[in-house]
Nanobody, 124 residues
Framework: QVQLVESGGGLVQAGGSLRLSCAAS????????MGWFRQAPGKEREFVAA????????YYSDSVKGRFTISRDNAKNTVSLQIVSLKPEDAAIYYC?????????????????WGQGTQVTVSS
């Protein structure tokens, strides 16, 4: 089992910045590809970013590329999501997720473990 706990969400003005963090515990952190997803009210859960076991491969959705940066610290068992130039459409609950599988990182069904989510609200 892997436990994931997100933090860092909050209310931010459009154009502002935010850093989300996810702390992992349980099994070996480097066994897992880590991903971030988000879900806005009335919408499906959406892929945001993913980072491979050692951080050598990173993937972003087109909607966040250039504004979001995913990183991981394997010594601290954490994965972060730095967000700049926030837009109102970025408002959502952001979830951290972990998968031991390779490939298909864009799909929520590929992930085995999920955090409880952290709310990001953007005021315009």
């Amino acid at each position: 089992q892997v436990q994931l706990v997100e933090s860092g969400g909050g209310l931010v003005q459009a154009g502002g910045s935010l850093r989300l963090s996810c702390a992992a515990s349980g099994r070996t952190f480097t066994d897992y590809v880590m991903g971030w997803f988000r879900q806005a009210p009335g919408k499906e859960r959406e892929f945001v970013a993913a980072i491979s076991w050692r951080g050598g491969r990173i993937y972003y959705s087109d909607s966040v590329k250039g504004r979001f940066t995913i990183s991981r610290d394997n010594a601290k068992n954490t994965v972060s999501l730095q967000i700049v130039s926030l837009k109102p459409e970025d408002a959502a609950i952001y979830y951290c997720a972990a998968t031991s599988a390779s490939g298909r990182y864009y799909y929520a069904t590929s992930y085995d473990y999920w955090g409880q989510g952290t709310q990001v609200t953007v005021s315009s």
